[in-house]
């Protein structure tokens, strides 16, 4: 869920955002070397200032604490506080060889002849003298020798508070500077970033634009530069530009596809004009040789009549077929008298056994349009009888449901190829040819909201197409 | 400045001889006891320019850091005269002259004074006992004999008396150990404390007076005895004691807190002799 959230940022500011962390990371550590720095800095500083206290001290100490002369060693240490009153050395203990104090800038904190183990057992020798701690002050501790032997030792307490004062400053300083350096750089790195993608920007806004279809990005938005950003917009042109032509052929196809299978009807269909025909001029020589005959002519004006209503109604459901203004009419159950009476003939001459059961009425058809499903059924029933063999069975059965009517077009052929159930059943590309329209059928299925299983069993194959109730009901 | 001082002085008095016969004259040599002045140069210039215009010739004020050193001097001829302490003048008494005794606050005396910390409750010496205690020097009058004589009074010496004493070689150092902690109490010089409280107040505002002995003998200037008569000693004796009526010698004399030089008199040193006497020591 979270890679999702993240995927959602746009791009320009998912590098920025990235941009950012990069800063963030660099600015600690660079404030890192630096107060790293710094503090070895200060101590390099404090242990310099240490040791030339302490060593000076000493010099001046050392025959004095040989002596234990407490006057003097005090008399140099008060000296010394004088010279740096207000620097850093806040206090200093001078110990015997038994780490008795013999004298301290401050006698009342350390008075003559204590124990001097207090203040020396915390202190710091010269060398690892630091200020790196928090305390404001730090204390070190030196040996005090006079001729190679040791005869005492020296505590002094440093201020260190400028110090951690200025670390800290220094440290919040960082902070800010780093921390407004890392939001300049990043917006720049924004900015910068929006600039150089404004092509993919560009291309993402065109490839669903308008509610998902992708659509041609004008030239005059395209970057005059020859970068790979470029070509690949024209590219993405170029692709849209077959795209749209692969959409236009396949419009065409289908419109054909429409009379396909008319087309296929159209030698049974001869027929079944033809045929009457033959018995109608038969009928017209009857009533010319029998003409004085009423009861002849009678009959056989009535056999005329019959003969050229049929004709009339195949005539008219080819018309039918073919009239484009049928879009948005609804479907009525003559609609199956009419696709009965073009299929029918088709049968007819492949001797096969027609199972016709219209039990939706007008009702339930009313809100599903007529000329999508007659398209469907037409394609399905003819697909049917090319697949059933000669004298075998095709049914149609249209059935009411619920919330839509139920289509179940029935065959005892060997059942359909892998390749038509894929144009059928699927959205996915398919290689032109194949089933009669079983494309078109799917397609027509799906602009109505429905839906087509397939079912194959005790040699039969059957194929119900669900189709729900319009907004016209 | 000095040699400026001193030459504009010899010009504005027609009694002296010319500078060139001065250069040619040795240098006289005066030491100095570590009294106040000790460490202050002022006072020293000072001092010294009002005696070099007093006697007519380049004077020279030796210091050393303890009495012993300066009576040593005194006694083996390394310097001509010097400024003692009534005590060493007294353990000398048989080699060593007067030559003038300074008045302060109008006679020739001072007092020793014990002192503590400003905010130490001790009231009289017992009170202190088992402290840390400043001596000035072993040689010195105020800053050693009246405490250590009064402590033979009460059966006691320093050592047994206190935790702990130390020498600090100067009554400014005493002061300074008792204002900074260092020890309880000290033994000090009256005059150097009321001059002191006057030119560092901050210092002497941390100590307080426990108590004040009599009023003894102010430390004396004096010469070998065998040396009395040598000109340049008499030439000093007359500086010495004409200082406050000259401009150079009295501004010296207003630094050092000291009225006038006065004409020597060997009893003012008898209560000192008498301290001595305590000690077991005879003058």
């Known amino acids: 869920m979270r890679h999702g959230a993240i995927s959602r940022i746009p791009i320009t500011l998912r590098v920025a955002l990235a941009m950012g962390v990069l800063m963030i990371v660099l600015g600690m550590v660079a404030s890192q070397q630096v107060l790293r720095s710094l503090s070895r800095l200060h101590d390099d500083r404090l242990r310099e200032i240490a040791r030339l206290h302490v060593e000076g001290l000493s010099v001046a100490l050392g025959p004095f604490v040989l002596h234990k002369d407490v006057w003097e060693v005090y008399d140099t240490l008060d000296r010394a506080r004088a010279a740096s009153e207000g620097q850093r050395m806040l206090f200093t203990v001078v110990a015997d060889d038994r780490n008795r104090v013999l004298a301290a800038t401050d006698p009342l904190r350390a008075p003559v002849d204590s124990d001097a183990t207090p203040f020396s057992e915390n202190a710091s020798d010269l060398a690892a003298l630091t200020a790196s701690g928090n305390e404001p002050r730090v204390r070190v501790r030196a040996s005090l020798s006079v ?15 400028d110090l951690v004062a200025e670390r800290r400053r220094v440290s919040v300083y960082l902070l800010l500077a780093n921390a407004a350096a890392t939001a300049l750089l990043a917006f720049a790195g924004y900015v910068l970033v929006a600039r150089m993608l404004k092509p993919v920007t560009l291309l993402a806004q065109h490839m669903d634009d308008a509610g998902g279809a992708p659509s041609r990005i004008p030239e005059i938005e395209i970057p005059k530069s020859d970068t790979e950003l470029a070509r690949l917009l024209r590219t993405f042109n170029t692709m849209i530009g077959a795209i749209g032509a692969r959409a236009e052929a396949e419009k065409r196809l289908a419109e054909r596809e429409r009379f396909v299978s008319l087309g296929r009807l159209s030698s049974s269909l001869a027929h079944e004009i033809n045929n009457p ?197 | 400045m000095r040699r400026r001082d001193f030459f504009g002085a010899l010009a504005a008095s027609a009694v002296f001889p010319a500078p060139s016969a001065l250069r040619a004259q040795p240098l006289f040599r005066l030491a100095l006891t570590p009294v106040f002045l000790d460490n202050d140069a002022a006072v020293i210039e000072r001092l010294r320019d009002a005696l070099s215009v007093g006697m007519g010739r380049d004077v020279d004020l030796v210091q050393r850091r303890t009495y012993q050193e300066i009576t040593g001097a005194l006694l083996d001829g390394s ?47 017992e009170d202190l006992r088992g402290g840390m205690h400043a001596f000035s020097d072993p040689d010195s009058n105020s800053g050693f004999l009246v405490t250590a004589s009064d402590l033979a009074r009460m059966g006691e010496t320093p050592d047994s008396f ?98 006038r030089i006065a004409e020597p008199d060997v009893r003012l040193f008898d209560g000192i002799a008498a301290r001595m006497a305590e000690l077991g020591q005879a003058g």
């Open chain 1, 147 to 161: 001729a190679e032997r040791t005869v005492g030792q020296i505590v002094t307490e440093i201020d260190v508070g």
């Open chain 2, 79 to 125: 310097v001509d005269a010097a400024w003692v302490c009534g005590y060493p003048f007294l353990q000398h008494r048989g080699q060593l002259s007067l030559l003038g005794v300074p008045v302060w606050r109008g006679q020739p005396r001072y007092q020793s004074y014990l002192i503590t910390s400003a905010g130490d409750g001790a009231a009289s010496l």
């Open chain 1, 277 to 473: 025909l033959g018995g109608l001029l038969n009928t017209v020589d009857t009533i010319r040789t029998y003409a004085n005959r009423p009861d002849v002519v009678q009959r056989s004006v009535e056999l005329l009549e019959r003969g050229l209503v049929h004709l009339k109604d195949v005539s008219r459901a080819i018309l039918d077929e073919n009239r484009l203004d049928r879009a948005g009419l609804p479907l009525r159950p003559t609609d199956f008298d009419d696709l009965k009476l073009l299929f029918e003939p088709e049968a007819a001459h492949k001797r096969q056994t027609l199972d016709w059961q219209v039990q939706a009425d007008a009702a339930n058809l009313a809100s599903i349009p007529a000329a999508p499903v007659r398209q469907i059924v037409l394609n399905l029933l003819l697909n049917a009888s090319a697949a059933a063999p000669e004298g075998g069975h095709v049914g149609l059965s249209v059935l009411p449901r619920d919330d839509g009517i139920e289509l179940t077009i029935s065959d005892d052929g060997r059942g359909l190829s892998a390749p038509d159930l894929d144009r059928l059943m699927s959205s996915a590309p398919v290689a032109p040819g194949g089933g009669v329209g079983l494309r078109l059928v799917h397609d027509l299925v799906v602009g109505l909201n429905g839906r087509i299983r397939h079912a194959r069993g005790a040699g039969r194959t059957l194929l119900k197409v669900f189709l729900p109730k319009g907004e016209a009901a």
């Open chain 2, 162 to 259: 206190f935790a702990r004493t130390l020498f600090t070689w100067g009554h400014r150092n005493v002061v300074r150990a008792v204002a900074g902690g260092l020890v309880r109490s000290g033994s000090v010089d009256g005059y150097v404390w009321q001059a002191l409280a006057a030119v560092d107040p901050d210092l002497v505002a941390r100590t307080r007076i426990v108590s004040r002995s009599e009023w003894l003998g102010f430390p004396p200037f004096a010469a070998r005895t065998d040396r009395m008569d040598d000109p340049a000693v008499m030439t000093l004796q007359r500086a010495l004691l004409g200082m406050d009526r000259m401009p150079a010698g009295r501004k010296a004399l207003d630094l050092l807190f000291l009225d």
